[in-house]
């Protein structure tokens, strides 16, 4: 063995051994996560166990999701829930990281987003957003997979792929980017029932933060931007604006929009710091 190579394996245990530190003492010290204790585990916990995903002994569970959502998140669940909690803040972030450098973010655009408020509410409470959102730079065939498991970030951008295919490369091209999802989607019907119907939102609840239905004008103005320019950033932005539910950490997918305009980004950053800032000090 090279001296080179020497090198980078013990780099390599090095860095291993960093992060499994990591995950112990995150394990000790991070706070619960609620979408991820009382969600997303509970549902791999129940389907490797024989139970149903949307009904559990006759109930409805609070599982929501296309029954695909977990499958990426099952290592994690064998974990213990604290470590595995933990292990989720790091997968959410190295996803981030990704999706945001293949959009072609700055380092001060991305470190923004990181350091956004709806990343960080999404993070502390264990949401899956930054899988919807890797959706982003994914080829159609594959992405729509991601970006439909939360409609309220990625719908618009379905709906652009699906124009733009059909538009520039015919009805067969379509048929093929969007048959793989719809194949799987049968599927699923076929073994849970048609589960979409078991997702009630809560739309009179105070944790609702959607601006429909005065956002819907905005919504159709940057979703004809995208499919008319061909720039699917501008659908980041349209997916919220045209959903009547959506949680405060799921318009991160609208924060990258904004991920290529630096200037941009710090006037969004900073506004909803002061949202919090003055939603904390108004509560006192």
Same mark, same amino acid.
């Given at each position: 063995?090279?001296?080179?190579?020497?090198?980078?394996?013990?780099?390599?245990?090095?860095?291993?051994?960093?992060?499994?530190?990591?995950?112990?003492?995150?394990?000790?010290?991070?706070?619960?996560?609620?979408?991820?204790?009382?969600?997303?585990?509970?549902?791999?916990?129940?389907?490797?166990?024989?139970?149903?995903?949307?009904?559990?002994?006759?109930?409805?569970?609070?599982?929501?999701?296309?029954?695909?959502?977990?499958?990426?998140?099952?290592?994690?669940?064998?974990?213990?829930?604290?470590?595995?909690?933990?292990?989720?803040?790091?997968?959410?972030?190295?996803? +981030? #990281? %990704?999706? *945001?450098?293949?959009?072609?973010?700055?380092?001060? $655009?991305? =470190?923004?987003?990181? @350091?956004?408020? !709806?990343?960080?509410?999404?993070?502390?409470?264990?949401?899956?957003?930054?899988?919807?959102?890797?959706?982003?730079?994914?080829?159609?065939?594959?992405?729509?997979?991601?970006?439909?498991?939360?409609?309220?970030?990625?719908?618009?951008?379905?709906?652009?792929?699906?124009?733009?295919?059909?538009?520039?490369?015919?009805?067969?091209?379509?048929?093929?980017?969007?048959?793989?999802?719809?194949?799987?989607?049968?599927?699923?019907?076929?073994?849970?029932?048609?589960?979409?119907?078991?997702?009630?939102?809560?739309?009179?609840?105070?944790?609702?933060?959607?601006?429909?239905?005065?956002?819907?004008?905005?919504?159709?103005? +940057? #979703? %004809?931007? *995208?499919?008319?320019?061909?720039?699917?950033?501008? $659908?980041? =932005?349209?997916?919220? @604006?045209?959903? !009547?539910?959506?949680?405060?950490?799921?318009?991160?997918?609208?924060?990258?929009?904004?991920?290529?305009?630096?200037?941009?980004?710090?006037?969004?950053?900073?506004?909803?710091?002061?949202?919090?800032?003055?939603?904390?000090?108004?509560?006192?």
């Amino acid at each position: 063995m090279t001296r080179k190579l020497w090198v980078r394996r013990l780099i390599l245990a090095i860095l291993i051994g960093l992060f499994l530190i990591m995950l112990w003492v995150g394990s000790k010290y991070v706070p619960p996560a609620i979408d991820w204790s009382t969600t997303y585990r509970p549902a791999i916990i129940r389907i490797i166990s024989g139970e149903g995903l949307f009904e559990s002994n006759g109930e409805p569970t609070n599982y929501n999701y296309p029954p695909w959502a977990i499958i990426p998140l099952i290592p994690l669940a064998l974990l213990p829930e604290e470590v595995g909690r933990v292990a989720l803040i790091f997968l959410s972030i190295l996803a +981030f #990281l %990704y999706t *945001a450098k293949k959009l072609g973010g700055t380092v001060i $655009s991305i =470190a923004l987003l990181l @350091l956004s408020p !709806p990343v960080i509410h999404g993070l502390l409470n264990g949401n899956i957003d930054w899988l919807v959102t890797l959706g982003f730079v994914l080829p159609p065939q594959i992405g729509l997979f991601f970006v439909l498991l939360k409609p309220q970030i990625g719908v618009a951008l379905a709906i652009y792929w699906l124009v733009d295919t059909w538009k520039f490369q015919g009805l067969k091209a379509a048929i093929k980017v969007f048959s793989p999802f719809a194949i799987v989607f049968l599927i699923s019907i076929a073994v849970w029932g048609f589960w979409p119907l078991s997702f009630t939102p809560a739309l009179d609840f105070w944790w609702n933060a959607s601006f429909w239905p005065y956002s819907i004008p905005f919504g159709i103005v +940057f #979703l %004809y931007l *995208a499919i008319q320019r061909r720039q699917k950033e501008f $659908s980041f =932005a349209a997916s919220p @604006l045209l959903s !009547p539910y959506i949680l405060f950490h799921s318009w991160v997918g609208a924060l990258l929009a904004l991920i290529t305009k630096p200037k941009a980004m710090i006037i969004a950053f900073v506004s909803l710091w002061s949202l919090i800032i003055f939603r904390l000090l108004s509560a006192k």
